[in-house]
């Protein structure tokens, strides 16, 4: 079966701190990948989604940054961490286009 | 462009009531459809889905039906338990310019009371 991991699981960073968030599948190979933010009390913003190695797509101008060195693993990235970066931040994956998606645990994180 | 509309929460209901969370959606074409569920400090969970009209997508005790005349996919609950109180999200996916691309609305949470 497929299972998806996100570390770590709470993160508190100061302003102007850099961010590396991962995410791995297992169980699937060439999956599709997103990152999602979701505020606090909030929907749920598409950060980055890739549909294959080295291939991302940004969906929302900022100071985040995405990059997919191996088949089964996404990577969120930051320079320099803003107060506004701070959120709930959900990994997901599904096998296709247009399919349901698997939501990872999430990664909450504070940005003092 | 496709959107999702569901209704404002929060929703409290009394344990045992009928559940109904309404969701609206505009799509070109032939849009999937899903419900998704969230509980506290988790990621979200696939509940249900619907892939063509008049599908009615089933699981745990909740339903919601593809309704292509009234672009609607309503979630319902016959008898709500207090392990029900989670933010619900309905979500479509449609083909679009680059492919297809999944919408979520903007949650509707649910607290169910003993």
């Known amino acids: 079966s497929q299972t998806i991991h996100q570390w770590p699981a709470t993160l508190v960073q100061p302003v102007g701190s850099p961010l590396s968030l991962e995410c791995t599948v297992e169980?699937?190979?060439?999956?599709?990948l997103y990152w999602y933010r979701q505020a606090a009390g909030r929907g749920l913003q598409l950060l980055f989604y890739?549909?294959?190695?080295?291939?991302i797509s940004s969906e929302v101008p900022q100071n985040l940054s995405a990059s997919r060195p191996q088949d089964r693993q996404f990577i969120l990235s930051s320079k320099k961490l803003l107060l506004s970066d701070s959120g709930f931040y959900l990994c997901?994956?599904?096998?296709?286009?247009?399919?349901?998606?698997?939501f990872g645990p999430g990664t909450r994180l504070t940005v003092l | 462009g496709n959107s999702v509309t569901q209704m404002e929460g929060p929703v409290t209901l009394s344990e045992e009531a009928f559940l109904t969370i309404n969701c609206t959606y505009t799509?070109?074409?032939?849009?999937?459809l899903f419900w998704y569920v969230q509980y506290p400090g988790e990621g979200l969970q696939l509940l249900l889905k619907?892939?063509?009209?008049?599908d009615k997508g089933s699981n745990k005790g909740f339903e919601a039906t593809y309704r292509k005349e009234t672009t609607s996919f309503h979630l319902e609950k016959g008898s709500v338990q207090v392990s029900d109180s989670a933010v619900y999200f309905c979500?479509?996916?449609?083909?679009?310019?680059?492919?297809?691309?999944?919408?979520f609305g903007a949650g509707t949470r649910l607290f169910v009371k003993a």
């Open positions: 997901a994956w599904s096998k296709r286009d247009g399919d349901e998606q698997f």
């Open positions: 169980g699937t190979s060439n999956p599709n």
């Open positions: 890739s549909v294959g190695i080295g291939q």
């Open positions: 799509a070109t074409g032939y849009p999937s």
């Open positions: 619907a892939t063509k009209a008049d």
């Open positions: 979500a479509l996916s449609a083909r679009n310019t680059g492919g297809f691309k999944t919408i």
